[in-house]
């Protein structure tokens, strides 16, 4: 079935240092790749996504890349802060039947002051 | 614009009871779907309604039901709890349009705990 692969499952960085999580799909139809923060007792918020057609996006210190060959997608943070201490998810929209979301396993970050 | 949300936040329950959850999505969102998250097994997919419809669903028992009613909000039941439904259920909201950039929202969650 559909899955969503997500490494690492932590991730601890110094303050400053760039981060980067990496995910791999298996549904070739799926078409769009959120990135979702979660802090602790809240719930996922989105932060940056990607659309099939486009190789790379950039938000300030957060930017995704997509090859959709591999079928891999990354985000990257750079310059982190502790404020980026949180768990973040990666997510693949499948449109094979009836499109759905399928997650990863999530990677919790530490940003070290 | 108001966000997602969910009611309650906490509950405590015991192993045999049932329980509901309700969600409340976006104004204008039509599509809501439920989420399962325990520590090992990350965002586990329960179902999702579109205009009062279940469109998709997971691989869960038929202890876990839902609805949608005509303003879009949902509900979600869990019968019969067992030890393990200790959880955070999560509940997503979207247009349900189904196109490319089609987000979903988040709410805050309810943790459910069975003792």
């Known amino acids: 079935g559909e899955n969503v692969e997500q490494h690492p499952s932590t991730l601890s960085v110094q303050e400053g240092d760039s981060a980067v999580i990496k995910c791999t799909y298996s549904d070739s139809a799926s078409n769009y790749f959120p990135w979702y923060k979660q802090e602790l007792g809240k719930g996922p918020q989105l932060i940056i996504d990607i659309r099939s057609n486009v190789g790379e996006k950039k938000d300030q210190r957060i930017a995704v890349t997509l090859n959709k060959t591999a079928k891999h997608f990354s985000l990257h943070i750079t310059e982190t802060q502790p404020e980026d201490s949180a768990v973040y998810f990666c997510?693949?929209?499948?449109?094979?039947?009836?499109?759905?979301?399928?997650f990863g396993t999530g990677t919790r970050l530490k940003v070290l002051a | 614009k108001a966000g997602v949300t969910q009611t309650p936040r906490y509950l405590i329950k015991t192993r045999g009871q049932q329980v509901t959850l309700s969600c409340s999505p976006i104004?204008?969102?039509?599509?809501v779907s439920w989420y399962q998250q325990t520590p090992g097994q990350g965002l586990q997919f329960l179902f999702e309604?579109?205009?009062?419809?279940?469109?998709n669903k997971g691989n869960f028992p038929g202890r876990f039901s839902g609805r949608q009613f005509s303003n879009s909000r949902s509900e979600m039941n869990v019968s019969t709890l067992e030890l393990g439904d200790s959880a955070l259920y999560l509940c997503?909201?979207?247009?349900?349009?189904?196109?490319?950039?089609?987000?979903?929202?988040f709410g805050p969650g309810t943790r459910l705990l069975v003792l």
């Open positions: 309604y579109f205009s009062e419809t279940q469109r």
């Open positions: 997503a909201s979207s247009t349900g349009t189904g196109e490319v950039g089609e987000t979903q929202y």
């Open positions: 104004s204008g969102h039509r599509s």
């Open positions: 997510a693949a929209k499948t449109t094979s039947g009836t499109y759905k979301y399928i």
